[in-house]
């Protein structure tokens, strides 16, 4: 009952579809979805919040939570930069406790973008690691389950590095290709974040081949310790993902190779989920994923489906519900019933 | 005389075959630039933030529902503007906004002439001489109705 209220709540505050109405040349505005803009200072003030209902992993019911809370700040002060934060209050409020606030608090992305060239970017700062797909769209809003994918969570790979990037964008006729390579120092350069989890050092690099016939294909190679284990051998990760969309339809696949020499292990798994447009604006999804090996020194064998549906009524906002048949580790992902409700604002 | 005429007729004729077309276009004091299909593309993604002088590109939309807008998204980004929502949704969780929506092309006009990196598109029967053409965008949308 308290999730349908929530639903509830979220639509009345969401207003109608006229909050699209195109915004003024120069004066200040809000758009639903994009923010709080102010043009004349380039500076842009936005967020998003996921409201989650998940069974815990105690088995005593389900319950709901404000799962995430996240404001981003935007700001360009000069054509070659460009500033972006975003700070997210995490599993702050549920049903089951309020957490301390000091705890929930954390800095998940702080950064500036140098733009070197038209095709050449240096980051620096805290930023997304940039394995795989999922984790640099994560956002509950931009994903289509209420669950994560095993073998892109933390206990694979810290989901944030603290440190440089440089990106060069390339053009092979139709094609984009972006190569990514970076450094990581978050034993000494982590910023506010309350996460125990996260690299100590790390050395990495990504290739992105973007067709223009709908699909992409990407490689990652990470060599990396963890801030928790910092005396233990390095691990590599090698990383291969697909995406394909069209007409409503959309496949993404992620698949990983982790290894190192003690006791951390090696794992490797791999995750397959499909898109379907249904009636208007809902559309049904499903999710196989397998991981073996050591996953955050547990042994692991598990077969994980997903199958559930995301309605999205409008372009910020989105309900979704699914049943997660999940591994033999309830710790890792439980199996349940999830639903949540996603917005931008 | 004869071969003004000729030259003329030929410009009348160029002039009728390019309604079906989109001009993209700059300000007059904009440095001139050879783009392709796929840079034009980036710049309108906001995949291209600056140019290769390292003035910032500020790409100009119509409003969604406009059928220039619906063409140009069509033609250039292979998808309508609606169905690109999705993507601006990935952009801005990266501090990336969509382009700026003007009301008319009219507003395209005028903001482009007096703004430095600023590109847009309108049709063929509304260019002056207050800007200059960049690329001309063919499309298989049928626009001449729009011209008034």
Redesign the interface.
């Known amino acids: 009952m308290p999730f349908y209220w929530a639903l509830l709540l979220a639509l009345v505050l969401c207003g109608s579809p006229a909050s699209f109405a195109e915004p003024p040349d120069t004066q200040p505005y809000y758009q639903w979805g994009r923010g709080m803009s102010w043009p004349n200072a380039n500076f842009n003030l936005g967020g998003y919040f996921n409201i989650l209902d998940n069974p815990p992993s105690n088995r005593q019911g389900n319950q709901l939570k404000l799962d995430e809370l996240s404001l981003f700040l935007t700001w360009s002060p000069h054509q070659r930069l460009h500033f972006f934060s975003e700070v997210e209050l995490d599993e702050w409020l549920s049903t089951a406790k309020i957490a301390n606030i000091n705890n929930a608090l954390r800095a998940e992305r702080l950064y500036v973008d140098i733009l070197a060239s038209e095709a050449t970017t240096v980051r620096i700062g805290k930023f997304l690691t940039p394995v795989g797909r999922w984790n640099i769209i994560h956002a509950a809003p931009l994903t289509w389950t209420a669950t994560r994918p095993l073998v892109t969570d933390e206990f694979s790979f810290s989901s944030h590095l603290n440190g440089a990037m440089l990106t060069q964008r390339l053009q092979f006729n139709d094609n984009n290709v972006a190569v990514m390579v970076y450094a990581d120092n978050s034993s000494k350069m982590d910023v506010f974040d309350n996460s125990t989890l996260g690299f100590d050092t790390a050395l990495g690099g990504r290739v992105n081949f973007e067709s223009d016939r709908s699909w992409q294909i990407g490689l990652s190679y990470i060599n990396f310790s963890n801030l928790l284990t910092p005396k233990l051998q390095r691990n590599d990760l090698l990383g291969v993902d697909f995406l394909w969309k069209k007409n409503g339809y959309e496949v993404m696949a992620e698949a990983i190779y982790r290894h190192t020499g003690d006791s951390q292990g090696q794992e490797h798994g791999f995750y397959l989920q499909a898109v379907a447009p249904l009636a208007e604006k809902f559309f049904a999804v499903g999710r196989y994923e397998y991981l073996q090996g050591t996953h955050h020194f547990v042994a692991t064998d598990d077969h994980i489906g997903v199958a559930g549906l995301a309605w999205r009524p409008y372009v910020p906002l989105v309900i979704k519900a699914e049943y997660q048949f999940g591994a033999v580790h309830d710790s890792f992902a439980p199996s349940g019933f999830f639903a949540s409700i996603a917005m931008l604002f | 005389m004869a071969k003004r005429i000729l030259a003329l007729a030929l410009a009348l004729n160029v002039a009728s075959a390019s309604a079906d077309e989109l001009l993209v276009i700059t300000g007059l004091d904009e440095p001139k630039a050879n783009l392709n299909?796929?840079?034009l593309e980036?710049i309108f993604l906001r995949?291209?933030?600056?140019?290769?002088n390292?003035?910032?590109w500020i790409p100009l939309n119509l409003?969604p529902d406009n059928p220039l807008r619906v063409a140009f998204s069509e033609t250039l980004l292979?998808l309508p503007p609606n169905i690109l929502?999705?993507y601006?949704?990935?952009q801005?969780?990266?501090?990336i906004?969509?382009p700026?929506?003007?009301?008319s092309e009219e507003a395209v006009i005028r903001?482009v002439s007096t703004t430095p990196?600023a590109i847009g598109y309108i049709l063929p029967c509304h260019l002056d001489k207050r800007v200059k053409v960049l690329v001309n965008l063919p499309t298989v949308h049928l626009l001449k109705n729009l011209c008034q």
């Open positions: 299909r796929k840079q980036n995949k291209s933030l600056i140019n290769n390292g003035v910032g409003p292979k929502e999705a601006w949704n990935e801005y969780f990266n501090g906004s969509p700026h929506v003007l009301a903001f990196g």
